[in-house]
């Protein structure tokens, strides 16, 4: 019989690798994507971690894009999005100004992720797990669950564009044992929702434009 599968997604660090390079494979399906990538194990969840960008500013046009981004995933059954939140941070200048500044910083994701990862692995609902991710954070929760529960088997895709996988590290899996390679790209493309998804309530979502 296949593994069952749940997929993690660090939806922040693969927007920063990937799709603010490639808005136009923004509007991902990722249930299917990760489907076709893992031909060999039963997909049962997918999760999608991330944070509504610029949320407390509404009609923001980055903000309702993302939102309408994260209502469509909503649609797919084996979807399940787990939000954090961007907290204003002040910051000083380390140049000669020394003016201090605001900056948005994603909170909670790192922890969600973790948390998710040892619940579900605690109540055996995997045989692999899949996480999307090169942000460092992540690594403990792999640790954990390779030192705890060394049956469940571990891949590790790391998002990163071809001209900055040099910059990449994929030792600190292997030192592990684990199944660690870059994200495949040649199969975003092919991998997208339709231009138009209606909810559960029948309600209408369209991609955005500037997706396109």
Known sequence: ?????????????????????????KW????????????????RCVKFFTAI??????????????LRFVRA??????VQVILGKFQDR????????????IVPEEKKTDVNIAVHILDDAFNDRFDRIVLVS?????????????????AKRITVYIPALPTDRIKRRLDRYHQ????CSFLPLDVMASHQLP?????GEGKVICRPQEWK
């Not at 939806?11 to 390079?21: C, D, K, L, S």
């Not at 460092?136 to 640790?143: F, N, V």
């Not at 592990?176 to 199944?179: A, R, Y």
Request: aromatic share 10%.
């Open 53 to 66: 960008v610029n949320d407390e500013r509404t009609g923001d046009p980055a903000r309702e894009r993302h």
């Open 176 to 179: 592990l044992g684990v199944e």
């Open 73 to 78: 995933l909503k649609t797919l059954p084996k």
């Open 195 to 199: 231009g138009v998804v209606r909810d």
């Open 134 to 150: 090169g942000d460092s954070d992540a690594q403990p929760p792999i640790e954990w669950l390779r030192r705890v529960k060394p």
């Open 28 to 43: 991902l399906n990722v249930q299917r994507l990760f489907e076709t990538l893992r031909p060999h194990d039963d997909v």
């Open 90 to 101: 002040e910051v000083t200048c380390r140049a000669q100004c020394g003016q201090k500044y």
């Open 1 to 25: 019989m296949p593994n069952v599968a749940f997929v993690y997604i660090d939806g922040y660090n693969w927007y920063h690798a990937i799709f603010r390079h490639h808005p136009e494979w």
